[in-house]
């Protein structure tokens, strides 16, 4: 990975690369002698890089700065214990990213999304294609494309391959109240914080 050309051009190539080595069972098992393997102090900075989502926890494998990507896996919820937020709204991302399910599956939409030129706010979105995910399938998503997991099968894991952020934000909208909303991550926010003292 570390010598793979991962720019704004390629990284839908990337996902060929990642497929090469990320086949599911293979995977879960290396994930697994990994974290069984790891020193407290290297699983106490994992659990510091990772964090909870309104649908899923997300496992910050590996995040070094000098690399152009991260490793990540991503536990699902069940189903009964999601609350409505961004992962259920139509939605992109800041970068770019691969996946590879590894257990479990879920609904993956995708979406043209209608982006208001004055606020930049998404005003409306089109479903273009639905389908269900079973572990072994994989995808890639650029930060210009639009999407939602609407649902998950129990016990549901993914493992990602995410670039470095392209964007400053990412838009989200709900179909049901078609109300658009930007977010901005707080890492980003300092000077404006200090500006507002």
């Not at 190539?13 to 020193?39: F, I, N, T």
């Not at 109240?177 to 901005?184: K, N, Q």
């Amino acid at each position: 990975m570390r010598a793979a050309d991962l720019g704004h051009q390629r990284w839908a190539a990337a996902h060929e690369q990642v497929l090469s080595w990320a086949d599911g069972p293979g995977l879960r098992s290396v994930l697994r002698s990994h974290l069984l393997g790891m020193a407290p102090a290297n699983a106490a900075a994992l659990i510091a890089r990772s964090r909870e989502t309104t649908t899923h926890f997300a496992w910050c494998l590996r995040d070094r700065t000098a690399e152009p990507f991260s490793f990540w896996l991503h536990e699902y919820k069940p189903q009964q214990d999601w609350r409505a937020g961004y992962a259920d709204s139509v939605h992109n991302h800041r970068y770019h990213f691969c996946t590879v399910i590894l257990s479990g599956g879920y609904r993956h939409e995708r979406f043209r999304a209608t982006v208001d030129e004055h606020t930049g706010l998404i005003t409306g979105a089109e479903l273009t294609s639905r389908a269900d995910c079973l572990p072994g399938e994989s995808g890639v998503l650029t930060a210009e494309q639009f999407h939602r997991i609407p649902t998950a099968l129990d016990t549901t894991m993914t493992f990602l391959v995410k670039s470095r952020p392209v964007r400053a934000w990412s838009l989200s909208y709900d179909p049901a109240t078609g109300i658009g909303h930007r977010h901005t991550p707080v890492e980003s926010r300092l000077a404006e914080l200090t500006s507002l003292l």
